[in-house]
């Protein structure tokens, strides 16, 4: 199976827990121990692929957006003095072909890790889930990215800005805050409205759609937004 390649992270399956408490008392404590340790660790590799998952294309698509701009700008700036279309045109158009051609992307990459780390059900229905979360998360980079390219005219400086806000949302995300329980001001400020809060929920919900033990992650992770 390829998903050994992948330290086994699609390979582990939760243990159903109800079943373990219709156990004999005698048998049902050791048994239990034995299952919620195994179930946590890999909850945790599953949380861990869903992020990584929504971080790694996130920042390549926004990175990607911020860098594609001024290459045209010199191109822009001569045609608009020529007057042969007006700014709103030149930039809805500019975000609206260059956002469908990131939007491919996950399907590319998204389709490989899919079926290669096999995490949760292998289905049809989880396939096309888990493509309409990664597409809806590469519109909202791409719309990210584009945001800071028009901003500022000097592409560096708008990677700068760009890393510093991607960094807040990044570390603002479940996968840290539930690290020792802490939280924040910041943090409550930020994490609802960091895109990688509902992309882990999402894919989460996607991995674990046929899982009996589905509620129990969900809530263990704090993600009680909804489908």
Known sequence: MISSFFTGVGSKKLIDIDKIMKMPLWKRKKELDKAIEWNTAVAKDYH?????????????????????????NAVYLRESQSQMYSPSAFFLSKWLISTLVYMLEPIVYGTLSFYSVEVGEVTHYEYKEFMAISILLALTASSFGYLFSTLFSNDQVALQIHNGCWGLLYFCSPVFTLIGNRRSIIVDIL??????????????????????????VLEFFGYTKGE
């Open 191 to 216: 994490e609802p409205i960091s895109p990688f809060t509902y992309a882990c929920e999402l894919y989460l919900r996607c991995f674990l759609r046929s899982s009996s033990e589905k509620a129990r």
């Open 48 to 72: 861990g692929f869903a992020f990584f998952a929504a971080t790694d294309q996130f920042v390549a698509i926004a990175v990607g957006q911020i860098l594609q701009l001024p290459e045209i």
